[in-house]
């Protein structure tokens, strides 16, 4: 399959809920509506950030409904199909043909790891094999799963064995690995990082492509450290980082991803709760992310 390389921000998409925990929708299309007028090149859709694992199957099949009806082409759409049942991940990953997704993603089985790399590469190609048509990531991110292959040692082994194979979401900081699975081939694959605070550092190994949480939060940030990356603006580009390195730094003391869909309701996108095991956020936890970001300075960026 040719690999049409993304450049630009993916915004690792939220999914939206009432106070009661269930799923709203509606809120999927302002969010849509938000990334396409800031400049994003696409949405992954049910991903660490969309809560996925707290989700059930079918919810996430009316998430990725929901999405590629409010992108409307206007932006990419990648859905996560990673399940720790392997025939869930299949019928999500064959759900994602007919309805709107431009690409899937897989992280392996997080509670019964695949011990070695062939039984990963195994687990890989059945959901692969579930969708041939669209191009498959596999979604590195060992901090979460406890699975943690050299990437570029993954790609030579899975070539062969996944005809679908466009990349890696990279969501990890070796920066040493990140830079061989780039050259790997003669750069044959798409490698869309995904650890925003270091996203100039990933630029100066060559990356192209990103995926992440803060991207939804402030795009224009780090749209402004591609662009200054690439005109030679070396001093800017980190001025800009270090307000995300900042931003994420805070954000994840208030408590993460809920602070994170606070952050939302700043831009008038109300992302309501997340799910159990996260803490519920009231007024008091809302007002401090609000303090916090407008101590940030970031603005509408």
């Not at 492509?209 to 991207?215: C, E, P, Q, V």
């Not at 109300?270 to 609000?290: I, L, N, S």
């Amino acid at each position: 399959m040719p690999i049409e390389k993304i450049q630009g921000l993916v915004a690792a998409g939220f999914t939206p809920m009432h106070e009661d925990g269930s799923l709203n929708l509606p809120v999927i299309d302002q969010l849509a509506d938000f990334l396409a007028e800031s400049g994003v090149a696409g949405v992954f859709v049910c991903g660490s950030t969309g809560e996925s694992l707290s989700l059930t199957t079918e919810e996430r099949k009316q998430c990725l409904e929901r999405w590629a009806k409010a992108c409307a082409g206007r932006i990419k759409v990648i859905a996560h199909v990673g399940h720790n049942s392997l025939p869930d991940a299949e019928e999500l990953a064959r759900h994602a043909i007919t309805n709107g997704a431009d690409g899937i993603s897989a992280m392996p089985s997080t509670f019964f790891k695949p011990r070695n790399l062939d039984l990963l590469v195994d687990w890989c190609a059945s959901i692969a094999a579930a969708a041939p048509e669209l191009p498959f990531y596999y979604y590195h991110i060992p901090g979460m799963t406890g699975v943690s292959p050299k990437m570029h040692e993954f790609l030579s082994a899975a070539e062969d064995r996944i005809p679908s194979l466009a990349g890696v979401k990279f969501t990890h900081s070796d920066l040493m690995d990140f830079r061989q699975c780039l050259t790997l081939k003669g750069g044959k694959f798409d490698i869309l990082f995904g650890t925003d605070e270091i996203m100039l550092s990933a630029l100066a190994m060559g990356a192209k492509g990103f995926i992440g949480s803060t991207y939804n939060l402030a795009p224009k940030l780090y749209l402004g450290v591609i662009a200054d990356f690439a005109a030679g603006r070396l001093e800017e580009a980190r001025v800009k980082q270090s307000k995300s390195i900042a931003m994420v730094d805070q954000l994840l003391a208030l408590g993460a991803l809920p602070a994170f869909k606070s952050v939302m309701r700043l831009h008038g996108i109300d992302c309501g709760p997340t799910r159990a095991p996260f803490p519920r956020f009231g007024d008091a936890e809302h007002q401090a992310v609000a303090e916090a970001w407008g101590a940030l300075g970031i603005g509408d960026q």
